[in-house]
């Protein structure tokens, strides 16, 4: 299985700072055919189901703000909060589906400071 | 807009098989799309199950492979998803999801889990 692992596990930010969360695999998820990185990030409020934010790394998904982006390519991923709202406080979760099973990163708590 | 929604048993005994319908309203089942279903115990972090293709091809999570069955049901646009055998461990909110194949420069790419639906919890106790 790809392993998945972000970090940290847990941050706070300050309201108009900008929040980074990082996520490595544990091998490349480039894909070759089409040069897709295959890494997406969700947040997830509580009682809610996860909300796609940023697919192929760097794709937002309709919608996602653009102060909200995603970058990296090959094992390293970063996904950035900037000017960081009280709306923004969730978990967020990398994943890759490069492979089988498709798996995720632990999770990322965010909270305002 | 493409909506999912999960229903299943709520509390159900352990040894029983569980089994989880998502209706998909604003889209077929038979589009290009893969049909995911992903849960998450208590407190926990999400684990992917499995996925099925509108061509009928399936891929399961190995750490379930041996309890688990997903299926459509082209007649009332719904997926299911079937496992046996369930312990206190199975308990989890489940969800469906969607992932979108598209043609990117005439190459097949997989869009990510876009569309999912508000989850079931599911209560495995004596």
């Known amino acids: 299985d790809i392993v998945m692992t972000q970090s940290p596990d847990s941050l706070a930010v300050s309201l108009g700072e900008t929040a980074t969360i990082n996520c490595k695999s544990s091998?490349?998820?480039?894909?070759?055919?089409?040069?897709?990185?295959?890494l997406a990030w969700f947040q997830q409020k509580p009682g809610q189901p996860p909300k796609l934010l940023i697919y192929?790394?760097?794709t937002r998904d309709s919608g996602v703000p653009g102060r909200i982006s995603g970058s990296g390519s090959g094992t390293d991923f970063t996904l950035t909060i900037s000017s960081l709202q009280a709306e923004d406080v969730a978990v967020y979760y990398c994943q890759q589906y490069y492979d089988i099973p498709r798996t995720f990163g632990q999770g990322t708590k965010l909270e305002i400071k | 807009q493409v909506q999912l929604q999960e229903s299943g048993p709520g509390l159900m005994k352990p040894s029983g098989t569980l089994s989880l319908t998502c209706g998909v309203s604003?889209?077929?089942?038979?589009?290009?799309?893969?049909w995911n279903w992903v849960r998450q115990a208590p407190g926990k972090g999400l684990e992917w199950i499995g996925e099925i293709h509108h061509s009928g091809a399936t891929n399961y999570n190995p750490s379930l492979k041996s309890r688990i069955s997903i299926s459509v049901d082209k007649s009332h646009n719904q997926v299911s998803l079937k496992l046996n055998s369930v312990t206190a461990a199975d308990t989890a909110v489940y969800y469906c999801?969607?992932?979108?194949?598209?043609?990117?420069?005439?190459?097949?790419?997989?869009?990510?889990?876009?569309?999912w639906g508000q989850g079931t919890l599911v209560t495995v106790s004596s």
């Open positions: 999801a969607k992932v979108s194949e598209v043609l990117c420069s005439g190459v097949t790419c997989l869009l990510g889990f876009d569309s």
């Open positions: 192929w790394a760097s």
């Open positions: 604003g889209a077929s089942i038979s589009d290009s799309h893969w």
């Open positions: 091998q490349s998820i480039l894909h070759s055919s089409n040069s897709k990185n295959y």
